[in-house]
């Protein structure tokens, strides 16, 4: 019997998403850089007041009400916005629009899982290219590869540093493809990629709402470009990729700046004071600029102790990979769970 499927999909690996506990069971979880604290209020009045009747038609398919409301907090033109469900929906549309056998994917390791599964299914040919222990991103291997895509998350994860802009511009400058620039946590930095968007045609940075909005429930995210970096893109989304609900929720909680840079305050404070908690343990601590920690226990048995915090309730990312096997991935809580951490983390080290 042959297979039902391409050989590719035969030969790659799933993406394997963090663990998601059934709601109201007693888990402390850390492991998918989720935010800890409720969505902005703006949007539970959106929710309350929505007009079900609504949903009797297709939504938007430019989820025109987000586009504006994003288009106005970062003072960019409609038209440079693509709204995906949720910033893997934008990564999927660059790799379906750009990448084929015979054009090169390309980033440094170790970074966001998902850019190894999409390539694959493709496929496209990936050209991985390690980081150094210092995470100073290899700019001129980078360039040396070519190619047709590029990813660069930043800040990074699972490292949590913030790639300079003039390594960005550098890429921009003499990449002959595209440069994606994936801003998942670019609320928690002070550095953003938006000046070289609008300086260079093939560079397009990819948001969500996941992270710094409290929203990874609601699917939303989106890219900025150059139009002309976007024509292909929205030749091949489904039209009807954002629903009636998420696109009025994702405008009010855009809007809502004060209540989203108060949350980020709080979660950056508390990341702070966990990792010197974690240094005093003699962890190793990279600086991070996002709502999770890299850290390395003293003793070479970081799966054992994600292992054991797991059978406590307590979740967090252990990745069997190259560069990261004594490593571990922790989403900062609210300090009452980072606490808790600690706490059942000090029998362990
Ligand atoms: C969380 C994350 C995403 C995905 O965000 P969604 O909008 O929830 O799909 C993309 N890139 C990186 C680096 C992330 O950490």
Known sequence: ??????????????????????????????????????????????????????????SDPFANEFRNAVGEVLDVPPDWIIVGNGSDEVLNLVIRACAEPGRKVVYPMPTYVLYRTLAS????????????????????????????????????????HVVPLKDLRSLATNLSGVLVVDEAYV?????????????FDNVISIRTLS????????????????P??????????DSYNIDA????????AILDRAYKNACIEKITTSREKLASEFRELSFRVWDSQTNFLLVQPPRDNAEDIYLKLKAQGILIRYFKQPGLKNKLRITVGTDEQNQELIASLMPLV
């Open 211 to 226: 992270k710094g909005y409290s929203l990874a429930g609601i699917r939303l995210g989106f890219g900025i470009a150059n």
């Open 187 to 199: 609320d928690f930095t002070t550095e953003d990629a938006l000046s070289i968007v609008k300086e």
């Open 1 to 58: 019997m042959g297979s039902f499927f391409r050989s590719n999909i035969d030969a790659m690996t799933g993406y394997i998403p963090g663990e998601q506990p059934k709601p109201g069971s007693k888990i402390i979880k850390l492991n998918s850089n989720e935010n800890p604290y409720s969505p902005s209020p703006a949007v539970e009045k959106v929710l309350q007041n929505f007009d079900w009747k609504r949903l009797r038609r297709y």
């Open 228 to 237: 002309k970096l976007l024509t292909g893109l929205y030749k091949i989304k």
């Open 245 to 252: 609900i998420a696109c009025a929720v994702g405008a009010a």
């Open 121 to 160: 299914m493709q496929p496209a040919e990936v050209i991985e290219i390690p980081y150094p222990e210092d995470y100073r991103l290899p700019v001129e291997e980078i360039i040396r590869a070519d190619g047709a895509i590029t990813f660069i998350a930043t800040p990074n994860s699972p490292s949590g």
